[in-house]
């Protein structure tokens, strides 16, 4: 147990002790402790697996799938419950850290889990079947995987699998071992599938931007002259573990001509200086779900380059918020952005500056971006949908942008991180 800001807290992000509680209930109450049941997962949130299962049935007789093999970690929790010590896979991919999710279209799901793992996966699931994928005769993951679809009939099934997450040494051992069955590649489904994100799921991500707006102005508190970008993106990081959080992979803050590298960690040996831009972005972690928020400003009088600059990054959000809408595709709304941008002199074109670099995409399940994806320019918005727009602009020697986490309604759009973003 420490003191931080005032308030005792436990080493574990998770958990506070109860001298500290009052003050972080008031920001960010605490999970119902309801009863347990096969459908609580190890942060005590409840959700409905069997809804989202047959939903994804669905969608895999759709596409004639007889199996899916899960090894994303966001999906695996989504799914079944259980939150992988991430990123083992595909980061780290040895024999032990291989611990798959085998979702049949007819049958009852299988969760796959190394001896090493095996207590933390079943107190995690709401599934019964795990079964332990290296003992005995099992060489790998992928041979305890070919005998348990073969036990099911589908040795020459069609089996799904997550070409963006599987390695090709997971693929080549699953050719292996099952030479008869046809291996297509379905990712996007899982997460196409929990696009539209349920009520519960809302809340969660609401308290995640919550946490990350204190960590923001954390930040500005601490951005300084003389204090060194580090010591900043330690402020945010602090912060959103004092209150219940954990950061996603990278927390970021750049001054300066850094604010050019536009995604990149803090600096220890970066001072902010007087009249530096200090351009900042986070996401943190909140019971599993996300949020993805940057904000910029200037210590001291900025240049009127700097003001005409974020005044037309400003105008182009407020386009945005008019214009997209539940039943708009996402590429139709990408391509009026980039045109609103381009009329104001920040062309698409990223050998030339100033240019546009202007992102749309999904938020929940961290880390990182969730669907929609511009990958998927077909999208059509629909509500329950919670987005993330970044509109800005790079230049040769600095950057400027700043980043709202969006919900999609039945009538229009509903800012969710409400600090000012129009700091400059």
């Given at each position: 147990?420490?003191?931080?800001?005032?308030?005792?807290?436990?080493?574990?992000?998770?958990?506070?002790?109860?001298?500290?509680?009052?003050?972080?209930?008031?920001?960010?109450?605490?999970?119902?402790?309801?009863k347990?049941?096969?459908d609580?997962?190890?942060?005590?949130?409840?959700?409905?697996?069997?809804k989202?299962?047959?939903?994804?049935?669905?969608?895999?007789?759709?596409?004639?799938?007889?199996?899916?093999?899960?090894?994303?970690?966001?999906?695996?929790?989504?799914?079944?419950?259980?939150?992988?010590h991430?990123?083992?896979?595909?980061?780290?991919?040895?024999?032990?850290?291989?611990?798959?999710?085998?979702?049949?279209?007819?049958?009852d799901?299988?969760?796959?889990?190394?001896?090493?793992?095996?207590?933390?996966?079943r107190?995690?699931?709401?599934?019964?079947?795990?079964?332990?994928?290296?003992?005995?005769?099992s060489?790998?993951?992928?041979?305890?995987?070919?005998?348990?679809?073969?036990?099911?009939g589908?040795?020459?099934?069609?089996?799904?699998?997550?070409?963006?997450?599987?390695?090709?040494?997971?693929?080549?051992?699953?050719?292996?071992?099952?030479?008869?069955?046809?291996?297509?590649?379905?990712?996007?489904?899982?997460?196409?599938?929990?696009?539209?994100?349920?009520?519960?799921?809302?809340?969660?991500?609401?308290?995640?931007?919550?946490?990350?707006?204190?960590?923001?102005?954390a930040?500005?508190?601490?951005?300084?002259?003389?204090?060194?970008?580090?010591?900043?993106?330690?402020?945010?990081?602090?912060e959103?573990?004092?209150?219940?959080?954990?950061?996603e992979?990278?927390?970021?803050?750049?001054?300066?001509?850094?604010?050019?590298n536009?995604?990149?960690?803090?600096?220890?040996?970066?001072?902010?200086?007087?009249?530096d831009?200090?351009?900042?972005?986070?996401?943190?972690?909140?019971?599993?779900?996300?949020?993805?928020?940057?904000?910029?400003?200037?210590?001291?009088e900025?240049?009127?380059?700097?003001?005409k600059?974020?005044?037309?990054?400003?105008a182009?959000?407020?386009?945005?918020?008019?214009y997209?809408?539940?039943g708009?595709?996402?590429?139709?709304v990408?391509?009026?952005?980039?045109?609103?941008?381009?009329?104001?002199?920040?062309?698409?074109?990223?050998?030339?500056?100033?240019?546009?670099?202007?992102?749309?995409?999904?938020?929940?399940?961290?880390?990182?971006?969730?669907?929609?994806?511009?990958?998927?320019r077909?999208?059509?918005?629909e509500?329950?949908?919670?987005l993330?727009?970044?509109?800005?602009m790079?230049?040769?020697?600095?950057?400027?942008?700043?980043?709202?986490?969006?919900?999609?309604?039945?009538?229009?759009?509903?800012?969710?991180?409400?600090?000012?973003?129009?700091?400059i």
């Amino acid at each position: 147990m420490r003191e931080v800001h005032g308030i005792a807290i436990l080493v574990s992000p998770w958990k506070f002790d109860t001298a500290g509680q009052s003050a972080l209930d008031a920001l960010v109450p605490r999970q119902s402790q309801g009863k347990a049941s096969q459908d609580m997962n190890i942060f005590g949130t409840e959700f409905d697996y069997e809804k989202r299962l047959n939903k994804l049935r669905g969608m895999m007789a759709e596409k004639n799938l007889d199996c899916m093999i899960v090894h994303n970690f966001t999906n695996q929790h989504y799914y079944g419950g259980h939150y992988q010590h991430w990123p083992w896979y595909p980061l780290s991919h040895t024999h032990i850290t291989e611990s798959p999710l085998l979702l049949f279209r007819d049958h009852d799901p299988i969760f796959m889990a190394a001896f090493i793992t095996m207590n933390a996966v079943r107190e995690g699931t709401w599934i019964k079947d795990v079964r332990i994928v290296d003992l005995g005769d099992s060489r790998s993951a992928n041979v305890a995987v070919a005998r348990v679809l073969k036990e099911r009939g589908l040795e020459k099934g069609r089996i799904g699998f997550e070409e963006k997450c599987c390695t090709a040494s997971t693929y080549k051992n699953l050719a292996t071992e099952l030479p008869d069955a046809e291996l297509v590649p379905a990712g996007d489904m899982l997460f196409i599938a929990r696009m539209v994100k349920e009520p519960a799921e809302i809340e969660l991500i609401r308290k995640s931007i919550t946490i990350a707006e204190s960590a923001i102005e954390a930040a500005k508190a601490a951005a300084k002259p003389g204090v060194s970008e580090m010591d900043v993106q330690f402020a945010m990081e602090l912060e959103m573990k004092r209150l219940g959080a954990i950061r996603e992979i990278e927390t970021m803050c750049q001054s300066g001509k850094r604010t050019a590298n536009y995604r990149a960690f803090a600096a220890e040996w970066k001072k902010i200086e007087e009249g530096d831009l200090v351009t900042i972005d986070l996401g943190c972690i909140y019971l599993g779900y996300g949020c993805d928020v940057a904000r910029t400003w200037v210590v001291g009088e900025p240049k009127p380059e700097y003001r005409k600059i974020a005044e037309d990054l400003y105008a182009t959000y407020d386009k945005f918020m008019d214009y997209c809408r539940a039943g708009k595709q996402f590429g139709d709304v990408f391509d009026h952005i980039r045109g609103e941008m381009a009329a104001k002199g920040y062309q698409p074109d990223k050998s030339k500056f100033p240019c546009q670099q202007f992102t749309i995409h999904g938020i929940g399940l961290g880390p990182f971006h969730d669907f929609p994806h511009p990958t998927h320019r077909d999208t059509v918005f629909e509500p329950g949908m919670v987005l993330s727009f970044q509109p800005a602009m790079r230049h040769n020697d600095f950057s400027i942008r700043f980043e709202d986490n969006i919900l999609v309604t039945e009538d229009g759009l509903e800012l969710l991180s409400t600090n000012p973003h129009d700091l400059i």
